[in-house]
């Protein structure tokens, strides 16, 4: 169809309008992420000062969701005080606790609400 009509042109700005809306939707998504993160950092930090570290922070935005065995392995911390951490987080409203089976999940909720909304 594009070679019989020779569209090549309004294909092309179509693909390229597409791009810049793609990307600005990104660099914007990104900058929420950011904001977010740089919120959570200062609630931690003032609120649990104890529970705080860089390594926990970025566990909590590599995905929307963590768990006890992710924050064990990652920050080197045993069970008691994986869980512990994650319940001071739900306590101060940073995560939600899900159970399902036997296993709890912990729900970053603001960063999953930014990766679900479409705009």
């Not at 009509?5 to 092309?12: M, P, R, Y």
């Amino acid at each position: 169809m594009l070679r019989e009509n020779n569209s090549w042109e309004d294909w092309i700005i179509f693909m390229l309008d597409g791009i810049e809306r793609t990307s600005k939707q990104t660099v914007s998504l990104v900058q929420q992420i950011k904001t977010l993160m740089l919120s959570i950092k200062q609630k931690m930090r003032s609120e649990l000062p104890k529970v705080y570290s860089q390594d926990f922070l970025n566990n909590l935005f590599r995905h929307p969701y963590t768990k006890i065995d992710f924050v064990m392995d990652e920050l080197q911390v045993t069970r008691q005080t994986a869980a512990k951490y994650l319940e001071e987080l739900v306590r101060i409203g940073i995560l939600e606790k899900h159970k399902v089976s036997r296993e709890s999940f912990y729900l970053n909720y603001a960063l999953h609400d930014l990766l679900v909304v479409v705009n």
